[in-house]
């Protein structure tokens, strides 16, 4: 059972026992009423010591899926059969999530200013507290994201696949697709691998709702990362299939405006030249196709109809 829930202005697991399990609100800025905006962690510490695993979730404030899993990792921890440390954050973006927004609440994007600055703007300030203060000595982490507004996702990893240990990690998770992503800069995964932190991220279905399936898989995933870094005791779940391993991916756009159908599904395999899209005028006639560049597989796909110049379409991954 855990004791109440401690009001801190930073994480020191040194001052929590060994076997313990605790809840925190970490006090990281203020509003502009002067009332703290505090960020719930989760921690579990194992009666014997190990490595440190940090488990992140809503670093942008539309994405749910990841707040259950962590709630569930936890509920089904067990301390006093344990090695090492599991903190969880269910929510990193606190005002971007009570906002109902995908942003910081200064229209910054958390995830691509990290680690921010000591005596930078808001999203600077908040950001270079969260990783000083919580996240300073952690071995591993699991970033928990969803697609954006108007898209949808499969259940995908980024991964440096180049590095061993981060491509173990990623197959562990017995995802649909893995993309070798050295982590680019300004990412939380990025900042901490400058601190030869392994990390990978789990993208993990659609924005703005809970997915039963999607939450399930991905859980699958993290016990299996907790056996294989002996933080726990059991036997490595394997997926019933490969994952598809793609080099790299990107985005194809649309060049012109209008009402877009995307045909095919997330983790489909196109061919050069199929077509992927249509894109139609408000009279319902076809203004254009679109056709795929190259051959490779659906990572994410536009779910909106309505597109501007320049809206995204498929996500297409490229098979190593």
């Known amino acids: 059972m855990e004791d109440a829930i401690e009001i801190i202005d930073e994480l020191n697991l040194e001052s929590i026992a060994p076997g313990a399990r605790k809840r925190f609100y970490i006090k990281l800025i203020d509003d502009g009423l002067g009332i703290p905006i505090h960020v719930p962690i989760m921690v579990a510490k194992g009666v014997q010591s190990g490595p440190t695993l940090a488990i992140t979730a809503a670093v942008h404030g539309n994405e749910l899926n990841g707040i259950p899993i962590v709630q569930q990792v936890f509920k089904e921890l067990d301390n006093e059969k344990m090695r090492g440390t599991v903190i969880g954050v269910p929510v990193v973006n606190v005002p ?89 800069d300004g990412t939380l995964r990025g900042f901490l691998s400058t601190r030869n932190i392994k990390g990978i991220t789990l993208e993990v279905g659609d924005p703005n709702r809970f997915q039963k399936d999607m939450i ?59 077509k992927i899209a249509t894109l139609r005028n408000i009279f319902g006639d076809i203004l254009k196709e679109y056709w795929a560049k190259e051959d490779g597989v659906i990572i994410g796909k536009s779910s909106h109809p309505v597109a501007q110049t320049g809206s995204r379409i498929i996500h297409l991954g490229i098979l190593a």
């Not at 995802?175 to 070798?180: H, L, N, T, W």
């Not at 294989?228 to 790299?248: F, K, M, V, W």
Request: charged letters at 20%; a negative charge.
């Open 96 to 184: 971007g999530l009570l906002q109902m927004q995908r942003k910081f609440n200064d229209g910054e994007d958390l995830n691509h200013i990290m680690p921010g600055k000591e005596d930078g703007n808001t999203s600077d300030t908040y950001a270079f507290r969260f990783v000083n203060r919580i996240l300073q000595n952690i071995d591993y982490l699991i970033d928990l994201h969803t697609a954006s507004f108007g898209r949808v996702n499969s259940y995908y990893i980024r991964a440096n696949m180049h590095d061993e240990e981060n491509a173990n990690l990623a197959r562990l998770q017995n995802a649909q697709i893995i993309v070798d992503s050295p982590a680019p």
């Open 216 to 274: 399930r898989a991905s859980l699958v995933g993290i016990e299996n990362t907790l056996t294989y870094l002996n933080i726990r005791q059991g036997a490595i779940e394997t997926a019933e299939q490969d994952p598809i391993i793609c080099s790299h991916s990107y985005w194809q756009y649309t060049d012109d405006g209008g009402f877009l159908q995307v045909h095919p599904e997330v983790t489909d395999l196109v061919k050069k030249g199929e």
